[in-house]
């Protein structure tokens, strides 16, 4: 008999809505059937691709006998964490305050007021490397709950206000300097490691909004240090098995410190962040590397995660069957030698082992290998790996298949609205182009509403029924602001700027400090607010970035006095955390160089026009505002009052309320930008 959640729409939540648990999706009416029954709450947060997530629903909620105890004592609500993040944010605080550390699925019991006062993650159903078993734990709080119910009332109390206690402190009356880009520069060196590349050791995550700072470090300042750790750093990524080297794409993170064997589950976030740095590195360095690799994960994430509605679903699982009915992490893609040599023969499996470092011990579990690029001096025959590839591809896609999330993300589909629309671009790929703008489409028709407010998810066209957050409001903005100077558009400006007035009304307070959570939205033990990156630029800084943007844009004072309020905080955090702020310092780097702004006014079928649009795009000045549009265009702001020059197609560049003379040639106009 399915339960409460069978007729949610995140594929998360319905995972479990064939379990014996009885679960409640996060809503009052949970909360009242607690204060009711006089029982706490069980909140369990996850998310659909994570793999110890499904390994606790197996041996606990899909288990009769704790089913049965947890309904009997608690009412179970169950929580996406992707649907959800303000809840995730506010309760993942209060379990890295309580245990010093955090990670899904989460597990926090709750009184009925919805305050914490026991924390964990994941609990295995009996004792286990120091860890209680789930059931013990179920035994205790419910002991806890029913002799020391006034006890748990006080530290629970204490909890949620030791949370409130803890707000943040911020200078918004001046964005970071130089000094500070550069202390920050210094602190990322100290943490770099540089035999194997990336930032500190094991588990180690792919540093994407590191990459964007450090690129941007280098065009404004010149520093070697900066190029070379973003090069190597994507360098050993590429040819690690964090890479899918196969279909491309890349993994969550990599569980060792040498980017070898990573956590299998493939996320959008990562995959637009990440193509979007390497496309980025090519056009600082032309690197035929970083060019194949941009290309391959834009492709993957079209083939592999884009949706009939033009959005792009929110992850595979890690998981996926072996063939033996059993679910298995990473079994769709690792190899062993017997199974290149059943797809490719003796001798083409003997040049696939050593092209892809498969061996007889494997470098996964049970012998298996992870498919990697080892040798850098290995002398190949191009066309024969190329045969290599397609063959172990094509039997691959034999293989049972990982599951997918296709949950429609809003900010995760606006950084890959940017990675593909700048990808096409750069690669004459027009196909890439309009696979973000039909993501553009998608998230206007759907995910807006006529007040420009933003829903966070949606799934098979349906909108989910949460209210986006900031990361939405910002991540969708800058895709608009992509799209709109790669395709010429001024329509992504406007809808980019019904957004950000959005952040301003209702995500800002007086100071310019920004919160994670709209001003009307559910209230919740804490308002969250998190200027740092996790695993996607933070909200905050990312607001501050599109802000910056669109000002260029349109010239709007408001707008940049904004964006300069919000980089408050990254010169307090910077030099003290640089690989937690880094999406930050990338938009200081903007400010400090601008950011520059090139109107190009033409004919758009010209070929002068489209070589100045061309040129301007593959300009690296840090944060560069592209306007194109017909002569008089008055679409964009930034357009206004730019005639041709003597009659031919022209491009201006502006930077701080200073214009340069127009040019008609591509070669003056890329010196003029440093390209």
Same mark, same amino acid.
């Given at each position: 008999?399915?339960?409460?959640?069978?007729?949610?729409?995140?594929?998360?939540?319905?995972?479990?809505?064939?379990?014996?648990?009885?679960?409640?999706?996060?809503?009052?009416?949970?909360?009242?059937?607690?204060?009711?029954?006089?029982?706490?709450?069980?909140?369990?947060?996850?998310?659909?691709?994570?793999?110890?997530?499904?390994?606790?629903?197996?041996?606990?909620?899909?288990?009769?006998?704790?089913? +049965?105890?947890?309904?009997?004592?608690?009412?179970?609500?169950?929580?996406?964490?992707?649907?959800?993040?303000?809840?995730?944010?506010?309760?993942?605080?209060?379990?890295?305050?309580?245990?010093?550390?955090?990670?899904?699925?989460?597990?926090?019991?709750?009184?009925?007021?919805?305050?914490?006062?026991?924390?964990?993650?994941?609990?295995?159903?009996?004792?286990?490397?120091?860890?209680?078993?789930?059931?013990?734990?179920?035994?205790?709080?419910?002991?806890?709950?029913?002799?020391?119910?006034?006890?748990?009332?006080?530290?629970?109390?204490? *909890?949620?206000?030791?949370?409130?206690?803890?707000?943040?402190?911020?200078?918004?009356?001046?964005?970071?300097?130089?000094?500070?880009?550069?202390?920050?520069?210094?602190?990322?060196?100290?943490?770099?490691?540089?035999?194997?590349?990336?930032?500190?050791?094991?588990?180690?995550?792919?540093?994407?909004?590191?990459?964007?700072?450090?690129?941007?470090?280098?065009?404004?300042?010149?520093?070697?240090?900066?190029?070379?750790?973003?090069?190597?750093?994507?360098?050993?990524?590429?040819?690690?098995?964090?890479?899918?080297?196969?279909?491309?794409?890349?993994?969550?993170?990599?569980?060792?410190?040498?980017?070898?064997?990573?956590?299998?589950?493939?996320?959008?976030?990562?995959?637009?962040?990440?193509?979007?740095?390497?496309?980025?590195?090519?056009?600082?360095?032309?690197?035929?590397?970083?060019?194949?690799?941009?290309?391959?994960?834009?492709?993957?994430?079209?083939?592999?995660?884009?949706?009939?509605?033009?959005?792009?679903?929110?992850?595979?699982?890690?998981?996926?069957?072996?063939?033996?009915?059993?679910?298995?992490?990473?079994?769709?893609?690792?190899?062993?030698?017997?199974?290149?040599?059943?797809?490719?023969?003796?001798?083409?499996?003997?040049?696939?082992?050593?092209?892809?470092?498969?061996?007889?011990?494997?470098?996964?579990?049970?012998?298996?290998?992870?498919?990697?690029?080892?040798?850098?001096?290995?002398?190949?025959?191009?066309?024969?790996?190329?045969?290599?590839?397609?063959?172990?591809?094509?039997?691959?896609?034999?293989?049972?298949?990982?599951?997918?999330?296709?949950?429609?993300?809003?900010?995760?589909?606006?950084?890959?609205?940017?990675?593909?629309?700048?990808?096409?671009?750069?690669?004459?790929?027009?196909?890439?182009?309009?696979?973000?703008?039909?993501?553009?489409?998608?998230?206007?028709?759907?995910?807006?509403?006529?007040?420009?407010?933003?829903?966070?998810?949606?799934?098979?066209?349906?909108?989910?029924?949460?209210?986006?957050?900031?990361?939405?409001?910002?991540?969708?903005?800058?895709?608009?602001?992509?799209?709109?100077?790669? /395709?010429?558009?001024?329509?992504?400006?406007?809808?980019?700027?019904?957004?950000?007035?959005?952040?301003?009304?209702?995500?800002?307070?007086?100071?310019?400090?920004?919160?994670?959570?709209? +001003?009307?939205?559910? *209230?919740?033990?804490?308002?969250?607010?998190?200027?740092?990156?996790?695993?996607?630029?933070?909200?905050?800084?990312?607001?501050?970035?599109?802000?910056?943007?669109?000002? /260029?844009?349109?010239?709007?004072?408001?707008?940049?006095?904004?964006?300069?309020?919000?980089?408050?905080?990254?010169?307090?955090?910077?030099?003290?955390?640089?690989?937690? *702020?880094?999406?930050?310092?990338?938009?200081?780097?903007?400010?400090?160089?601008?950011?520059?702004?090139?109107?190009?006014?033409?004919?758009?079928?010209?070929?002068?026009?489209?070589?100045?649009?061309?040129?301007?795009?593959?300009?690296?000045?840090?944060?560069?505002?592209?306007?194109?549009?017909?002569?008089?265009?008055?679409?964009?702001?930034?357009?206004?009052?730019?005639?041709?020059?003597?009659?031919?197609?022209?491009?201006?560049?502006?930077?701080?309320?200073?214009?340069?003379?127009?040019?008609?040639?591509?070669?003056?106009?890329?010196?003029?930008?440093?390209?």
């Amino acid at each position: 008999m399915p339960n409460r959640l069978a007729h949610e729409t995140s594929p998360y939540l319905l995972q479990h809505a064939d379990n014996p648990v009885d679960w409640w999706p996060w809503s009052p009416e949970a909360f009242a059937e607690a204060r009711r029954r006089g029982v706490p709450v069980l909140l369990s947060v996850g998310y659909s691709s994570c793999h110890w997530c499904h390994v606790m629903a197996h041996e606990s909620f899909e288990d009769a006998s704790v089913a +049965d105890y947890l309904n009997e004592h608690f009412v179970s609500v169950k929580v996406d964490r992707e649907e959800r993040p303000d809840i995730d944010a506010v309760y993942m605080e209060a379990v890295q305050a309580a245990t010093g550390q955090g990670g899904w699925p989460m597990t926090v019991f709750l009184t009925p007021d919805a305050e914490p006062f026991y924390f964990g993650t994941y609990f295995p159903p009996a004792p286990r490397h120091g860890m209680p078993g789930f059931g013990q734990v179920l035994e205790g709080v419910r002991a806890a709950w029913s002799d020391r119910r006034d006890e748990v009332g006080q530290v629970a109390r204490r *909890i949620v206000r030791d949370l409130s206690e803890r707000a943040l402190a911020v200078d918004t009356s001046t964005p970071p300097g130089p000094e500070e880009l550069h202390a920050a520069l210094l602190g990322l060196t100290r943490e770099f490691d540089a035999v194997r590349g990336g930032f500190g050791g094991a588990p180690k995550f792919p540093p994407s909004m590191t990459l964007e700072f450090l690129l941007r470090h280098h065009v404004r300042t010149g520093s070697e240090a900066a190029l070379q750790m973003a090069e190597a750093t994507c360098e050993a990524m590429a040819r690690g098995g964090i890479y899918d080297q196969l279909g491309g794409g890349f993994a969550r993170y990599s569980v060792d410190a040498s980017w070898t064997v990573p956590h299998f589950e493939k996320m959008l976030y990562d995959n637009a962040l990440l193509c979007r740095a390497y496309a980025h590195l090519w056009r600082a360095t032309g690197s035929a590397l970083a060019r194949r690799v941009a290309l391959e994960t834009a492709d993957f994430m079209v083939r592999e995660l884009r949706t009939g509605e033009g959005g792009f679903a929110s992850a595979l699982d890690a998981d996926s069957d072996d063939g033996t009915g059993r679910h298995v992490e990473g079994a769709y893609y690792v190899w062993t030698p017997r199974q290149l040599r059943e797809v490719l023969g003796e001798e083409d499996a003997a040049l696939a082992a050593a092209y892809f470092g498969v061996t007889r011990e494997g470098t996964f579990e049970e012998g298996a290998s992870v498919l990697q690029l080892p040798d850098t001096e290995l002398l190949v025959d191009a066309s024969k790996i190329a045969s290599v590839k397609e063959r172990l591809l094509a039997a691959r896609e034999r293989r049972a298949r990982p599951g997918r999330d296709d949950k429609i993300v809003a900010a995760w589909n606006g950084l890959a609205i940017a990675a593909l629309a700048e990808t096409g671009a750069y690669f004459d790929r027009p196909d890439l182009i309009q696979a973000a703008t039909d993501a553009a489409d998608l998230l206007v028709r759907t995910h807006m509403d006529w007040h420009a407010r933003l829903s966070r998810t949606s799934l098979d066209g349906t909108v989910g029924g949460h209210a986006g957050v900031l990361e939405d409001y910002a991540d969708v903005a800058e895709g608009f602001l992509a799209l709109a100077a790669v /395709a010429g558009e001024g329509v992504w400006v406007d809808f980019a700027g019904l957004l950000l007035d959005a952040v301003l009304v209702h995500f800002t307070d007086v100071s310019g400090a920004l919160f994670d959570t709209a +001003d009307d939205a559910e *209230i919740l033990i804490r308002r969250p607010q998190d200027p740092t990156d996790s695993a996607t630029p933070s909200g905050w800084t990312a607001a501050a970035g599109a802000l910056l943007s669109y000002a /260029a844009y349109t010239g709007s004072t408001a707008h940049r006095e904004a964006a300069e309020k919000a980089l408050g905080v990254v010169r307090t955090l910077g030099p003290k955390a640089p690989r937690f *702020i880094s999406w930050g310092l990338a938009v200081a780097e903007a400010l400090l160089d601008g950011p520059r702004e090139v109107a190009v006014v033409g004919p758009v079928d010209h070929p002068v026009t489209r070589q100045l649009h061309h040129t301007a795009l593959l300009s690296t000045a840090p944060g560069l505002a592209v306007a194109l549009g017909e002569p008089g265009s008055e679409e964009v702001p930034l357009l206004k009052g730019r005639p041709l020059l003597e009659g031919r197609p022209a491009a201006y560049v502006c930077r701080r309320f200073t214009c340069d003379a127009p040019t008609a040639d591509p070669k003056a106009l890329a010196q003029r930008l440093g390209g």
